[in-house]
């Protein structure tokens, strides 16, 4: 898909291909549509630099209870002995 933004529009918003881009995999990680690591590819970040990204904009990591449980869970298997 390729989208035109016009030459004022985008000098007015301060806007670049690589912002555009970042906006755009910003906005596909919040609908959590892809995953972090996904749209940190598309943009040629990585992990933690989109990380990092999404910590200036204030945007909360895409990590519910489930998540935890299963990192506990793969803690539990690496270390059982540190119970």
């Known amino acids: 898909?390729?989208?035109?933004?016009?030459?004022?529009?985008?000098?007015?918003?301060?806007?670049?291909?690589?912002?555009?881009?970042l906006d755009?995999?910003?906005?596909?990680y919040k609908r959590e549509r892809w995953s972090m690591g996904r749209?940190?590819?598309?943009?040629?970040?990585?992990?933690?630099?989109?990380?990092?990204e999404l910590g200036k904009r204030e945007i909360p990591i895409n990590?519910?209870?489930?998540?935890?449980?299963q990192d506990l869970e793969t803690i539990r298997s690496l270390f059982p002995d540190a119970e």
């Open 1 to 21: 898909m390729n989208v035109i933004v016009p030459d004022n529009i985008a000098e007015a918003s301060r806007l670049t291909p690589e912002t555009a881009l």
């Open 24 to 28: 755009v995999a910003i906005g596909i």
């Open 39 to 52: 749209c940190a590819k598309i943009v040629g970040m990585s992990r933690l630099e989109f990380q990092n």
């Open 63 to 69: 990590y519910e209870v489930v998540d935890l449980e």
